[in-house]
């Protein structure tokens, strides 16, 4: 038993949750949850607290290294700088000191984890957790002290061009640099101390914390959404209290909601998990009027909300509807059937291109000039044919293999819409611009100036493909990819073939994709080769690993999160400052993920059960042990531990 | 199980054999044709197809064609030397380190602050060999660091899991390393200081440019040398057994995770110094130059057979002799315009295409070690 990587230790110790959105009770394995909650619930047979200074040093230094290492790159990635402006809780806390403030908290935090021995904790949490915080949080905060000091000695400017006084300036928080060494040190171990203590309070507590903390966090950094649904629904007499007028929280407001959510959170603890569990053990009828119901008001809140909402948001719900759009087609691929295919882009690429040719009276050989639905239908096809394309030539490849080469087609498929030979078709670099929006039955046009209209178009079609991929879940078709993604031998033994069925998945996710990519360039009007890059692939794919492979809701939830607030590889999000680090984020999530959950946010049952197999069997093992150990010396002069 | 591009023996069966089938022959078509068109309007630039096909066909001269050939083979050896480090991460692991090309990136980028750093310094100027040795060294040293940073982070951890998690992991370590480049030095593209005079002249009656074959020497130098690290020393001998059987090396006493380190560590260093050769030959790095090299380089591998040395630096160098002349021989003479935009789309194709035609590479006599599985 090592370190954090242990199954047990990373079960039984969601900590605070930190990911946005993330509940803290998302319901994990079946077994593996199991283990943890008799681990928090067994306080009372677990040893005393360590002794406060029988501190595992190596790993306070290292932790502390990689925290050194963290504040140093945060810093001079500039993020400090840009997000100085977004204040959170106006005047003392701005989105940039908390991302420095963070990485002393989680190394705090994590630096005082509990010695396990067969997943059961072997000591009560004591000073010795904050006291282990401490250091590392100094540690941490020293490489921003660190910073500090090279910044003023130093010009490093040629290589680093966030190298510069301004940086040293807002370290020291305008003050001296001898200041700025000493209040790093200090803000460090007080994160450190914070993020330790966090081990001390019982997880019913825990969680009252994180969800202040997560409320007050939430509320200051989606301002602008707020302000816009207060504008729509007429409650601007609230919002004008809450915010600064410069942005932030007023901090009077920030205790306030912290204080309301905090009540919140203690009177509904366990309310909601019952409920869900409620909703879980139903069954038979009620189980689907329960979920019909559920859908249909989610569907309501959906058509009636834009009309109280103003052209910003409208505009990036839409975004995040394309986004989930191509996630649940990528579901399909990647999720269902378990094929990594990283040149997605290439279907939504095609799907926009035949859209714009056979609809803009602009391109350049091809004008039909059809309406948009009709069109759709040849859109349709053609994304289905090239599907098919793509797909017979890579289907028997291994895994990896295909990877890449879907990759090759993707940037084919791009270079050709790119390139001079085709650009009497397609327009090569310039794109087909002018393209008419979506007329639908004479309801109007839809095209990029009016979102709302956009988004209701979007929201048809992503129910329409909700719709095709649920069904596609439970049909023969799709218990035969979950065969293949989990056993292609097996399931080939079992009488499925294969290829036809893994082509079949290539063309349901080329046709999902289809669907964006016609509404994508009906929406903006115009389409450049430039806008289907690589880089969106794998945005989609991290949309879909984020919010969990194979499950529905999962993959809306992941492009809500990351499209909505993050923003898409070339979408504004809500919080338009991250817009510089957002491919930095996407990529330490997905690495993040698979490490530490790649089951996703909403994972599917069946997928998570796949993927922590091994696991619970060794716990269900061990707790066998456990069982057999506590029988064969019970009554012996036994630790109280073993007896349990 | 394998599960390979390959045909089963005897006659196609499904309609998905069939297409392939089409696949095959059309490929090989195109390029005969391709060939065929370009050899007679190399003879005759006035022939009836160059006519209808492509009138304004002028047809290579002997200097254009030799100048695309070696600048091809320098760029292959440089596709070479960083498939050196997909090729052994992947026999060893059996998964695709797709951020390896990132690696390379690093390299590119150290040798850039390097030098500009000698340069001000007035060392380059004064001592090119001396400095271009110096940096090539902390370059090395510096991707040999990110290598093996990446290995303990991101990838110890989900050995034995599924196949394609530590690749998805890798395009995540990959676009971190890339957008970390991006918020800590800019968007904007870096000059290498200026190189002295004999590594910009032609030599020799070939009229190579020194830097080519500056190039070209230093890859097969390195290759010859990790040829040897490999199959003659104890270390290297370790790194094989490994890929053979991790588990039957373990048992004989060789330590699994010292050896994946040095694997990582030695693949790290041989981007690092491709990452300087490009910067010497093409003197601009940004922060995306990792991507389409190492995708290349990936194909690379696998068109040398992945898991084979020398296959790899072959692999390179047809790789980058396809991607410079292909598009000028084949292309050009059946007619298609602006065919320079289309060499990447060329390499990918001909990645494509020996998945298709032959699976296992030029060299790739065994099944790579993951089959077993």
Redesign the interface.
């Known amino acids: 038993m090592t370190d954090s990587n242990s199954p047990e230790v990373a079960a039984s110790e969601p900590g605070p949750d930190l990911t946005p959105g993330g509940t803290p009770d998302t319901p994990g394995t079946p077994g593996v949850a199991d283990l943890a909650e008799a681990g928090e619930t067994d306080e009372t047979l677990l040893s005393p607290p360590r002794p406060v200074f029988a501190q595992n040093w190596k790993r306070i230094l290292s932790m502390g290294a990689v925290g050194v290492g963290a504040q140093i790159f945060l810093a001079l990635s500039n993020m400090p700088l840009r997000l100085d402006d977004r204040l959170l809780i106006k005047p003392i806390l701005s989105l940039g000191y908390v991302s420095l403030l963070f990485v002393p908290f989680i190394a705090g935090n994590r630096v005082g984890h509990q010695i396990q021995r067969e997943g059961i904790p072997m000591h009560a949490a004591g000073l010795h957790e904050i006291f282990g915080g401490v250091i590392c949080g100094v540690i941490a905060g020293g490489g921003v002290s660190l910073l500090s000091v090279l910044l003023v000695n130093f010009d490093l400017r040629e290589p680093l061009v966030n190298w510069s006084p301004m940086l040293a300036e807002l370290l020291a928080f305008g003050n001296s640099t001898a200041f700025a060494v000493f209040i790093w040190l200090l803000l460090g171990g007080l994160a450190g101390a914070a993020g330790g203590a966090m081990r001390l309070v019982n997880p019913k507590a825990r969680r009252v914390v994180v969800t202040m903390v997560l409320t007050v966090g939430f509320i200051s950094v989606l301002e602008s959404l707020v302000m816009d649904l207060a504008e729509g629904l007429r409650f601007e007499w609230l919002t004008e209290r809450v915010y600064a007028r410069r942005g932030g929280l007023n901090w009077n407001w920030a205790l306030i909601l912290a204080a309301f959510s905090g009540l919140v959170a203690m009177l509904t603890r366990g309310r909601v998990r019952q409920a869900r569990e409620h909703i879980a053990s139903l069954e038979g009828a009620s189980r689907a009027r329960t979920n019909f119901g559920l859908i249909i008001l989610t569907g309501a809140i959906l058509v009636i909300l834009p009309l109280f909402l103003g052209k910003f948001t409208n505009e990036l719900l839409a975004n995040v509807g394309l986004f989930v759009l191509l996630a649940l087609g990528l579901n399909v691929v990647v999720g269902l059937a378990g094929i990594l295919d990283l040149g997605y882009v290439a279907f939504f690429a095609v799907g926009s291109y035949s859209a714009a040719v056979l609809t803009a009276a602009t391109s350049p050989r091809i004008n039909p000039e059809m309406p948009w639905l009709v069109a759709l239908i040849f859109v349709v096809v053609i994304t289905g044919l090239v599907g098919l394309f793509i797909g017979a030539p890579v289907i028997r490849m291994r895994g990896d293999y295909l990877a890449i080469v879907t990759l090759g087609f993707g940037e084919i498929i791009r270079l050709l819409f790119l390139s001079d030979w085709l650009a009497d078709t397609f327009g090569g670099s310039q794109g087909i611009t002018m393209i008419p929006g979506a007329g639908i039955f004479g309801l109007g046009s839809v095209s990029g100036t009016e979102p709302r209209n956009v988004f209701y178009l979007v929201l048809a079609f992503c129910a329409l493909a909700i719709y095709i991929s649920w069904r596609l879940e439970r049909s023969r078709l799709g218990r035969a990819w979950m065969a293949v993604r989990e056993d292609e031998t097996v399931a080939e033994a079992m009488g499925i073939n294969t290829v036809n069925v893994k082509l079949m998945a290539f063309v349901v996710g080329a046709i999902l994709g289809s669907f964006s990519g016609a509404i994508f360039s009906a929406k903006v009007g115009s389409v450049f080769p430039n806008s289907f890059l690589i880089l969106v692939s794998i945005v989609i794919l991290v949309v879909v690993i984020f919010g969990g492979m194979g499950s529905i809701p999962g993959v809306i939830a992941g492009s809500a999160v990351l499209i909505g607030v993050l923003g898409g590889p070339r979408q504004p999000g809500l919080l338009s400052e991250f817009s510089e680090y957002k491919l930095l984020i996407y990529g330490a999530l997905l690495i993040w993920m698979m490490l530490a959950r790649p089951e996703g946010l909403i994972p599917s049952v069946r997928r998570s059960r796949e993927l922590h197999q091994q696991e619970i069997a060794q716990d269900s093992w061990l707790r066998e042990q456990l069982d057999e150990e506590a029988e064969s010396t019970a009554g012996n002069d036994q630790p109280a531990r073993a007896t349990a | 199980?394998i599960?390979?591009?390959?045909p089963r023996r005897g006659a196609p069966r499904?309609g998905?054999d069939w297409?392939?089938a089409f696949?095959r022959v059309a490929a090989l078509t195109v390029i005969a044709v391709g060939l065929m068109a370009f050899i007679w309007q190399e003879i005759d630039a006035d022939n009836p197809f160059a006519r209808v096909v492509n009138p304004d066909a002028t047809g290579l001269s002997g200097a254009q064609f030799r100048g695309l050939i070696v600048s091809g083979v320098a760029q292959g050896c440089m596709y070479g030397l960083i498939a050196l480090g997909y090729s052994m991460v992947y026999g060893v692991l059996g998964?695709?380190n797709f951020a390896h090309g990132e690696v390379f990136m690093v390299g590119a980028?150290t040798g850039?602050?390097t030098s500009?750093?000698l340069a001000d310094a007035g060392w380059w100027e004064s001592n090119f060999i001396g400095s271009l040795l110096l940096i090539v060294i902390i370059s090395m040293i510096v991707c040999t660091l990110t290598a093996v940073i990446m290995e303990r982070?991101?990838y110890r951890?989900?050995r034995g899991?599924?196949?394609?998690?530590?690749?998805?992991?890798s395009?995540?370590?990959?676009?971190?390393?890339?957008?970390?480049a991006?918020?800590?030095?800019?968007p904007t593209a870096?000059v290498y200081p200026d190189v002295p005079d004999w590594v910009k002249d032609k030599h020799t009656f070939l009229q190579i440019e020194g830097a080519r074959i500056l190039v070209v020497v230093v890859s097969l130098v390195s290759m010859a040398v990790l040829w040897y690290l490999v199959e003659h020393t104890k270390g290297g001998k370790a790194m094989r057994a490994v890929a053979e059987d991790a588990e039957i090396a373990a048992l004989m006493g060789i330590n699994v995770n010292r050896t994946i380190v040095r694997v990582f560590a030695v693949g790290g260093a041989m981007a690092g110094l491709a990452g300087i050769l490009w910067g010497i030959l093409f003197r601009s790095v940004t922060h995306l130059t990792g991507?389409l090299p190492g995708?290349k380089a990936?194909?690379a591998a696998?068109v040398g057979g992945i898991g084979h040395l020398g296959g790899s630096m072959a692999g390179g160098i047809s790789i980058g002799v396809a991607e410079s002349v292909g598009p000028l021989l084949i292309l050009e003479p059946l007619g298609?315009?602006?065919?320079s935009?289309?060499r990447?789309?060329v390499a990918?194709?001909m990645?494509?295409g020996v998945?298709?035609i032959r699976?296992s590479g030029i060299f790739g006599e065994r099944l790579p070690a993951e089959d077993r599985t």
């Open positions: 199980m599960r390979t591009a390959a499904t998905v297409f392939l696949l998964f695709i980028m850039m602050i500009n750093k982070v991101a951890p989900l899991s599924p196949r394609l998690i530590p690749l998805i992991t395009i995540g370590v990959s676009f971190f390393i890339q957008n970390a991006l918020v800590l030095l800019g870096k991507f995708i990936f194909s696998v298609v315009s602006g065919v935009q289309l990447d789309a990918f194709a990645l494509i998945l298709l699976p």
